[in-house]
């Protein structure tokens, strides 16, 4: 089929726990609509009682709130794939999201036991890279030593202040909040920057528009010049349609769009693709790649922030005089 491309904007209440424009909690309900009658699993990825980020299953829609927002972590899957063999084979329907490689990986399981895919439906997010899960543990370990307090929640990106879309929020036990302040930024600025990506998301087989999911999902960057008449210019998501069972699940969007709130257009213009660098080709390594995976074994975080990201007492003092 040929493929369709969607930008969505969720409503008000849905738009304030997601990333971006909220596709992925309507294209949750869609699914539940659409197996309605039947025993329906949603896999996503959350944060356990720890914060590590791993695979989990809801079984409710306002479970799947949980898998909302950005985690710039490559996720723990251990023992997900079996379930999820066992939901199909209990003609379970089942709803996988998550990156492309993972995708893969449950259908090469899957297709190995000879398992019938037709209850089960993909989606595949527009990835930049995953780190692995040993930079977020030093990073939240240096918070809580910082601020004194164990953190219990944190947002990779939020709506905050500010125009950038990856402001940061860090919540924790002791009742103090920081929003998009230096000491926050710091993770994400080293993710930006592709310093925490495995060596093989430089060679990704995956970045380009032969995807693994039904649909795909990200940030509609561009959309005010690929598509200058929709509503809305910033908090949109770009949905990709890649197969029939994805295109029952948009078709379920657009025909109770007007009544849930949601901004669903059809983009008739290719150029979306000039917006999508990860639709097109792997992320960059850095030059300077193995010297930071080096600073960062045998001097720690505090050195990497510094050298790599700016994080210094310029930076911090420019911060807060600006925030004055």
Known sequence: MAREVYAFRNNMQNLQRATSGGAFMALADAFFRKCAGGKTHVYGVTYDQNLNVRYEMADMLEDCNKFSGSKYVRSDFSGIFEKIKDDLNKNIHVLFTGIPCHIAALQKFLSRYNINQENLVCIDLICHGTPQPIYWEVYREWLQKKYKSSLIDFKFRTHG?????????????????????????????????????PEGCFKCKFANLDRKGDITIGDFWGIEKVMPDYPYARDVSEILVNSPKGKQLVNILINIAHSQGYCIELCCNEEYVKYQNNLQQPAKKPKDYNMFQKDFKDKGICFVAAKYVGYNWMHRMKYFLLRR
């Open 161 to 197: 202040e500010g125009t950038s879309s990856y402001n940061c929020l860090a919540v924790f036990k002791n009742g103090k909040k920081y929003t998009n302040i230096p000491e926050t930024q710091i993770y994400n600025r080293m993710f930006l920057r592709h310093y925490l990506f």
